[in-house]
């Protein structure tokens, strides 16, 4: 999608990839179906297990659903409501557990162990960073469509694996092209540990209202791809974040939230040198609670 | 677009044609800039001259910018600054007129007489109708790439232009297709007319939240063609709008007006037999004040 607006305030030519649009509302649908599928026939009886704050817990579920295999989520209990109720709306079962004294992975790995069930993880895996990376490979389509070749793309990171599928498709057709994750100010894992050439935690304290983008320090896997093809992460703040689910709301009419809205914001804030430019923003998902979205746009 | 989501709760299969993507924000850009395009090079210094407070107001400032025409706006002086900020954006200059006590048609007369401006009606003018008609081709030529024959088509009506071309172009291609007008309970005079099977005025008093849809008859030009085009108008109440916003928000992503949303709502509320159909819904436009937006998705 393009918007003249956002052209005009930008000064570059921008092409948004909307993808809570998707199914589920954010690209998380795409990782989750393609590692399901992967399971051969024969074991997925047990079904499968994930642990996430929230739209991989809806993308595992829906792909389950679909595939008609049983889907068990580990959820922290202060997830925000929608997406709790959108993952049991898919079918799944929802364990809950306490983010401060609870270990995730230890109680996806328990269930995991008793059920025979798969453990789908939310991005240190090659079949979800693959299926991710469709995103990537639509862009290169569309942008080949057009004639147009992208000069920068930007999509957020949390554990990295949507950049880093991204990255994969759109440098296989544009190598000159520079992709960049976006993450929440403070929550600079990747923008760390791309400058250090190798993995570093964020240093945040607290929470930032980009609650999709909250993971402590980039994935294994995707790191490896992502220190070979990306030019640099950015960042923007959450002051910046809520400008642009506002801008998203009232120029583009679409409905994304904090953690989506990332690399947009970079833009806006002019943290991004666009000008001139083609520019391809991933806007990831749109699953943000009514109460949240109702302060950010007024 | 399409939505599972959706589809589920129905029962049918179901279409969006998203309008609010379009530039402005809605469908009557389309209108606007096939009726400027059609003036004569030599007549366009006197430039255009309109009266609306809102959607066709953007429109016709949007074309006349790009085809570097001058555009007058006549607006009730109690319109958001909002709405009148984001007209005069494109360039356009704004008069504004007293609803209770000045007649805007006599204003906008006055002003293309002493300018030579050409008047641009919102809707009973057959390039007007020719441009929102272009909603129905696409529908038309997207619906045949997919292989699917729509059985029922809605769009909303106020003087009936948008749903006069979107008529049109369906049934052009699709005879056999019920194309629907949506009306605000109350302001339904498209129901009323199709019924009577001439142009009668809605008794409504008040208001409805359905800002764009408050027209009191149908256009004469446009009841012309909606008399012989349509099966039937159907209306839904201004709850109901309110809780198909709230579904666009929450389940699609996308951010409708309470105008565009009647066709939405009138599907979701079951006053349309739309079980086992294919259904398209056009979604007008998505430009609705924040403080509104956030009361009814809450």
Same mark, same amino acid.
């Given at each position: 999608l393009s918007s003249p607006a956002l052209d005009e305030r930008t000064g570059a030519k921008v092409f948004l990839k909307p993808e809570m649009l998707q199914r589920t509302g954010s690209f998380k649908f795409r990782g989750a179906f393609n590692k399901l599928s992967s399971i051969p026939i024969g074991s997925r009886g047990g079904g499968v297990v994930a642990f996430s704050s929230g739209n991989h817990a809806q993308g595992v579920a829906h792909a389950a659903q679909i595939l008609n295999m049983q889907a068990t989520i580990v959820m922290p209990a202060d997830a925000p409501l929608s997406k709790r109720q959108r993952t049991k709306a898919f079918g799944a079962e929802v364990v809950l557990y306490d983010r401060d004294r609870?270990?995730?992975?230890? &109680?996806a790995r328990d269930i995991a162990g008793k059920r025979g069930a798969t453990l789908v993880r939310p991005y240190d895996d090659?079949?979800? &960073?693959? @299926?991710?990376?469709?995103v990537g490979r639509e862009i290169a389509e569309d942008m080949a469509a057009l004639g147009i070749t992208p000069? /920068?793309?930007v999509a957020p990171a949390s554990g990295g694996g949507l /950049? +880093? @599928?991204? +990255?994969t498709a759109i440098k296989a057709r544009y190598p000159k092209a520079m992709v960049m994750s976006g993450e929440p100010e403070g929550f600079d894992d990747h923008a760390r540990s791309l400058?250090?050439?190798k993995r570093e935690p964020h240093h945040a304290e607290g929470r930032t209202i980009c609650d999709a983008l909250m993971a402590t320090i980039p994935g294994e896997i995707t790191f490896a791809i992502n220190s070979r093809l990306l030019t640099q992460? /950015?960042? +923007?703040?959450d002051a910046e974040v809520g400008t642009a689910v506002a801008f998203a709301f009232r120029e583009l009419k679409l409905v994304v939230e904090p953690g989506g809205a990332v690399g947009l914001a970079a833009l806006l804030a002019g943290r991004i040198d666009a000008r001139g430019? *083609?520019?391809? &923003?991933?806007?990831? @998902? @749109? *699953?943000?609670? +009514?109460?949240l979205y109702a302060r950010l746009i007024n």
């Open positions: 609870e270990d995730r992975e230890a &109680i090659p079949f979800v &960073i693959a @299926g991710q990376g469709t000069d /920068i793309v /950049i +880093a @599928g991204v +990255a400058r250090a050439g992460g /950015i960042t +923007a703040s430019k *083609n520019v391809v &923003i991933v806007l990831s @998902g @749109g *699953n943000v609670d +009514a109460d």
